[in-house]
């Protein structure tokens, strides 16, 4: 072999090392940039103050709205139906006052911190918002609720669950939009005693006018839910929900019937589904 036929050989065989390579890196490369690509896509976040149609809604009242769906014994199964599944169209304002993509346990961090938050009416509500119309734009859910309280904590003059929700609401706004709608669901504390059960027209007055007084937008419609369980006698939950559905100025949706948790007081994961559901429908047809 001459010096010449083996420079051509040495040659030959670099180049198609080479070549191997460059086809073995190709296709690694490839599914690297897929991959990473994926990443940034699932990773992208709303720029708010680009987005022309922002809906606000306040979610407030007490344990049932806060959710225990899934929550058995202080644990919660983690089980998330596929209506309360998350959407980068549905934001959660957090704890601390941020922006970020909601996901259920939509009150986790803003419930009582020894209370275990399931799933409730909340991601359901939103994502049935979205289906009945793709082009409503974004929601920005602001969880408000708080585990056994009595509508007297929300009604007192100097209330500081009340006072939380109004700074809530207002941290909201700062990020543009407007409150759609408040959705409310209390009322199984006071179904505890004839009292408290007499007492609620009352109180509930008081803190409808209160609540609208330091929300300062009387346009955005109340939708609450009567009750479908409570903590006392039939007679003292009939006459609460008889109080609930008599409320003027409200748009009521009635929860009675639907399922109950293993507890008696809390609606299943299904039911809040069930319930978001129509609070949606509820929602749409104050606006028609």
């Known amino acids: 072999m001459t010096t010449d036929d083996a420079s051509q050989g040495f040659f030959y065989t670099t180049l198609k090392s080479l070549y191997n390579k460059i086809l073995l890196f190709f296709p690694i490369m490839l599914l690297l940039y897929g991959f990473f690509r994926l990443e940034m896509i699932s990773q992208e976040k709303i ?6 149609k922002i809906s606000i809604f306040i979610l407030a009242g ?12 202080g644990v919660w199964d983690k089980y998330i139906p596929v209506e309360s599944s998350s959407d980068h169209r ?22 009582d911190v020894k209370k275990t938050c399931g799933v409730g009416p909340g991601m359901a509500f939103a994502n049935a918002i979205l289906k009945n119309d793709p082009n409503f734009g974004v929601i920005v859910l602001v969880p408000c609720a708080y585990g056994g309280t009595n509508i007297t904590d929300w009604a007192i003059p100097n209330s ?4 939380r929700l109004i700074a809530r609401a207002n ?16 009322g199984e504390t006071d179904t505890r005693s ?20 330091e929300l300062k937008n009387p346009k955005a419609p109340f939708i609450q839910v009567a009750l479908a369980s409570g903590q006392g006698v039939k007679n003292y939950i009939h006459r609460v929900r008889a109080i609930q559905k008599a409320m003027e100025n409200v748009v009521t949706v009635d929860a009675f019937g639907l399922k109950l948790a293993a507890d008696g007081m809390h609606l299943t994961t299904a039911s809040q589904v ?3 559901k129509m609070m949606a429908s509820a929602f749409f047809n104050t606006t028609k």
């Not at 007490?62 to 014994?73: E, F, I, L, T, Y």
């Open 90 to 111: 549905i934001l959660r304002l957090n704890g601390k006052s941020k922006l970020e993509e909601a996901k259920e346990p939509l009150h986790e961090g803003i419930d």
């Open 47 to 52: 720029n708010v103050k680009k987005v022309e």
């Open 194 to 213: 004839k009292v408290a059960a007499k007492e609620f027209r009352g109180q509930y007055k008081k803190f409808l006018h209160r609540l609208y007084q």
């Open 62 to 73: 007490q344990s049932n709205m806060a959710g225990r769906g899934g929550v058995s014994n």
């Open 171 to 186: 941290d909201a706004l700062k990020y543009g939009g407007k409150i759609r709608a408040i959705l409310w669901y209390q």
């Open 274 to 276: 069930q319930l978001g």
């Open 160 to 163: 500081k669950v009340r006072s």
